[in-house]
């Protein structure tokens, strides 16, 4: 792409009113539409910068399902099973699913509701999965969904700020029909928290696979809570700051290229036969307590943000009980910190990493 000042404009306008619709979204007048798409230079020129970075954030939360022996693919293998990828924009979504699923899905279902996206999204899916599309036969499917669809796996991204009641309504019903729901949303307080709050409506139906430790009540919607958020932050490929454009884009916006904060939800059915192993109110088999954001570190100790069945509180890590754990909190970006602890008030007395 070669990249003119009114491309750099366009770029920064795109991203006033992403902001724009995170901020008001928290109003209940919500549903604003900043991303009608203008052009096909839009698109290339948001999937060249965001949608990169919001691909960094899919690759994280990808990494950790692993680390966590998360949702695997069943539902992704077992024959006719469709994939959406839902406010698919350029299909970023898609893209790193289908880069990181173990085995392919048979259809995958590209949906946005301006028809532009859509056709760039299934172009850019064909050109990164060629021998896909082309030799397994992977069916890209751009239509309108069937009203009775029911996904192996939905997925959606940076789409919640831009709905209003009735859309997020559609969305919640779609993703009752699913086997899988992975959600992957800005690091924001508004955004996060409208995460949360998806959450509470899905988790009777879905165990909740990460980021929770737990099937309980999300602690971040606790009254004493209100200006916190659960969120974590993503590390980019170390390429990119030795990259010129990156170097520009990071200028010309304004934007911290260190800094990939995200939030993020995995939900998976319950087996109708099966009892759930980890009923909602309950701790999950894996248990334990995850850390969330950036602790703060101060002078030999950090105090952490953290969550698990019980709720959200702080907590206090001297530096001296791990200095590998606090090192890996110094730089937290990336890491999937989920610990097992004793705790005296808010002291932590011992740690083990889970
Ligand atoms: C900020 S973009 C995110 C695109 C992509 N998911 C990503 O993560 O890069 C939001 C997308 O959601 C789409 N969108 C907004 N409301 C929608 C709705 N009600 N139904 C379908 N798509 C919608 C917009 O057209 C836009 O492409």
Redesign the pocket.
Known sequence: VNWTAQDWERLAELRER?LEADAQSDTPEAGL?????RSARDLAL?DAT??QR?GWKWDAVFRELRLRGGLGSPAAAAPGVVVV?????????ARRYLASAPSPPARLHL????AA?RAFAAECVRAEQPSLANEAGLAIETGPLPADLAPGCLL????L????PG?LD??LALARRSEQVLL?EPGSRSASRRLSTVREELRGEFEVVAPCTHQAACGMLAPEQSTNWCHFFARPPSEVFQDAHWARFSRALGIDLRSLPYSFLALRRQPSSAPSSSPPGSATAGGGVRILGRPRILKGHALLDACDATGVRELALLQRLDRGLFRRLEDSAGEVVVLSLEVEGKRIRSVRNL
């Not at 990828?85 to 979504?93: K, L, M, V």
């Not at 700020?161 to 209003?164: F, H, N, V």
């Open positions: 992403f539409a900043p991303s009608d798409w948001y965001f949608a919001i990828d839902w406010g698919c924009g350029t299909g970023i979504a949906w946005d509701r301006s996206a959606a991204s940076h789409v700020g831009e709905l209003g859309e559609e969305l992957v």
